[in-house]
């Protein structure tokens, strides 16, 4: 079996042309992300940053997407902008009223997430983001109370 080293590194051969053996290789490394690693933002770099931690989705966008799907960390710096222009209109776009739960970790972080999200007013109905203040529960209450 070929390595998914062997499958990025094919010059010349475009995501549409995949067969779908190597797609079905290959989306398993488009959903992956670093488990742990340092993290360097606006010139600061927090040492064994855990990716782990943040909890996201991860939306990956089909291989007829016209933009590189695979980056190696050679072609990510020249690319990066290329590749961010391509996709900006593949965003995922969501409303207030898609968000059925908002889970903390702890009672304590409700009144800074309030304080975030009051900030949202200006691009949403102000109902719709008051009522995601209703939708806020703790992973504590979840524990305790299902």
């Not at 094919?10 to 995501?15: A, L």
């Not at 200006?122 to 983001?129: E, F, I, L, S, T």
Request: glycine share 2%; proline share 3%.
């Amino acid at each position: 079996m070929k390595s998914t080293k062997e499958f990025v590194l094919k010059k010349g051969v475009k995501t549409s042309e995949y067969t779908p053996e190597v797609k079905a290789h290959l989306d398993i490394v488009r959903y992956m992300k670093n488990y742990q690693s340092d993290l360097t933002r606006k010139g600061k770099t927090i040492k064994d940053y855990r990716y782990s931690d943040e909890r996201e989705w991860r939306y990956v966008p089909s291989y007829d997407t016209d933009c590189s799907m695979l980056l190696g960390s050679d072609n990510f710096k020249k690319m990066k902008e290329e590749v961010e222009v391509k996709i900006k209109p593949l965003r995922l776009e969501f409303e207030p009223n898609d968000i059925k739960y908002i889970i903390l970790s702890k009672e304590e972080e409700i009144d800074e997430f309030l304080d975030i999200l009051s900030k949202a007013k200006g691009r949403y109905a102000h109902k719709d983001v008051k009522r995601l203040n209703t939708r806020i529960i703790t992973t504590a209450q979840i524990m305790t109370d299902f």
